[in-house]
């Protein structure tokens, strides 16, 4: 297409005629008076689009919502650039326009649904971790950054085994090679730091069957531990005190 900097169309195609929602490029042209009322979602568009003209003499991608014949809106990326008179100014521009609006959706709802994934993925108290079969954290929640007082994205791209003492390190490069190998969760438990923790491993399958990632879920069960270890001793008095009884009841019978 050409148009004039003030807003009438000099030429367009019929592809443009059609992205626009006009039956021709003539109708197109006759119809519309004033691209950036009729045609630009929001008159300070077209405003935008000849500012970068003016600074940059071109412009490529820049995208930005249109409004069709029907008063339908949609999204459409642009290539345009300015064309000067014999006196340096704009003269017209000329470019190429493009629908995106298919693609605004569907970014749009990746970033919707990575937005509930990342909501999801800080819900749990749990340490949620994804790596790679080398070990480098691709995503980590904030829990599982902050029990290491750090942050997400401190993390990510950094070796898991470079947060882990030496012997956890090792005892998870194992468990991570079983998993791959038999692309199968594993089950553990880990003591660190004077804390315990529960980790399942699971390994992640592509469309090859074969594992890429793994996905690592570590609960603290400090506490469960030490309930269990305190009914373990209440237990052994309690036996130890009942044989105790029986002993003494024993020696008053004899």
Do not use: C
């Given at each position: 297409f050409q148009s004039t900097p003030q807003g009438a169309f000099l030429s367009a195609n019929p592809a443009m005629a059609t992205i626009l929602g006009y039956a021709s490029a003539e109708e197109l042209i006759r119809e519309v008076t004033n691209i950036g009322e009729q045609v630009y979602a929001y008159p300070l568009g077209r405003l935008r689009l000849l500012k970068a003209l003016e600074k940059?003499?071109?412009?490529?991608?820049?995208?930005?919502?249109?409004?069709?014949?029907?008063?339908?809106?949609?999204?459409?990326?642009?290539?345009?650039?300015?064309?000067?008179?014999?006196?340096?100014?704009?003269?017209?521009?000329e470019?190429?326009?493009?629908?995106?609006?298919?693609?605004?959706?569907?970014?749009?709802?990746?970033?919707?649904?990575?937005?509930?994934?990342?909501?999801?993925?800080?819900?749990?108290?749990?340490?949620?971790?994804?790596?790679?079969?080398?070990?480098?954290?691709?995503?980590?929640?904030?829990?599982?950054?902050?029990?290491?007082?750090?942050?997400?994205?401190?993390?990510?791209?950094?070796?898991?085994?470079?947060?882990?003492?030496?012997?956890?390190?090792?005892?998870r490069r194992l468990q991570i090679r079983e998993a791959v190998r038999t692309k199968s969760p594993r089950t553990f438990e880990e003591e660190r730091e004077g804390f315990s923790y529960s980790i399942t491993i699971y390994p992640i399958l592509d469309a090859d069957d074969a594992v890429r990632q793994l996905a690592s879920f570590s609960r603290d069960i400090t506490a469960s531990k030490e309930s269990e270890e305190t009914i373990r001793r209440l237990n052994e008095n309690l036996e130890q005190r009942v044989k105790e009884g029986v002993f003494r009841e024993d020696l008053f019978h004899r």
């Open positions: 940059h003499g071109s412009v490529e991608g820049m995208e930005m919502p249109m409004r069709r014949k029907d008063g339908t809106i949609i999204w459409t990326s642009l290539i345009a650039r300015a064309v000067p008179g014999a006196d340096g100014k704009m003269a017209y521009l470019g190429q326009l493009a629908e995106v609006t298919q693609r605004k959706k569907a970014v749009g709802e990746l970033r919707e649904s990575e937005a509930r994934i990342r909501a999801l993925f800080n819900a749990t108290s749990d340490s949620v971790i994804l790596v790679d079969v080398e070990g480098v954290i691709l995503a980590i929640n904030e829990h599982g950054a902050r029990r290491r007082s750090l942050t997400p994205e401190e993390m990510t791209g950094h070796s898991l085994y470079d947060h882990l003492t030496p012997h956890s390190a090792e005892h």
